[in-house]
């Protein structure tokens, strides 16, 4: 399970998260939506402390983090819980697939490298990239880029893995093998928080979905509750604005 109480992050002046409170229970896959600026990359980024909250608890499992100075041990436990998919990528241009997956497990979590060679090929066969094992990023498409750092995640065997709009940066084409890689894996009940701007993605897999704005959650529920039933007026704009065709039952 995790748990977020009261978390809030500005950057200077401007607040960017306003006291969020958010629960996620195990197997859950959590799809957060919201116009550019709402906090939603931020709080992703605050659950494995890629940026420390200003106030607030976090906890995954059974380690909680209060406020904004942990120990630096805390957070590496907290991290070791966590793997984020960036939406850039963030692979190591000079090493391979087969590498780029390998580097967490030996370098962080100090596994042999003949052990975390078999590791890496399994997660990449299971993203479909079993044949571009020695391939580097410069020999993959943005969507093959993508999948090893999903299989990346995946090696680490983690509790929960957190993506961060993992399409936007691909071409409209190589969307869907992404996609359809992050569905089959929610099908195997790994936990999943998901920001993304894909609604009939996030229709599909999420348990439950997240609409944010300004800092805030304005309402969560089911994908049938926030597409077809939205109870916020504000929610209801989002929705109008990215499906024009959406029709509401109030």
Known sequence: MIQLEGIR???????????????VQKGEVVVILG???????????????LERPDQGV????????????????????????TAMVFQQYNLFKHKTALENVMEGLTIVRGVPRDTAAEIGIEMLEKVGLGDRLHYYPSQLSGGQQQRVGIARALALNPEVILFDEPTSALDPELVGEVLEVIRRIAEEGITMIIVTH???????????????????????????????RPREERTRQFLRRITPEANYSI
């Open 9 to 23: 992050k500005s950057f200077g002046k401007q607040q960017v998260l306003g006291g969020i409170n958010l629960t």
């Open 35 to 49: 116009p550019s600026g709402s906090g939603k990359t931020t709080l992703l980024r605050c659950i494995n402390y």
């Open 58 to 81: 976090i906890q995954i499992g059974n380690q909680k983090l209060e406020g904004k100075h942990p120990g630096r041990s805390e957070i590496h436990r907290l991290r070791q819980r």
């Open 198 to 228: 894909e609604m009939g993605f996030a229709r599909d897999v999420a348990s439950r979905v997240v609409f944010m704005d300004g800092g805030a959650i304005i309402e969560q529920g089911t994908p049938d509750d926030i597409f077809q």
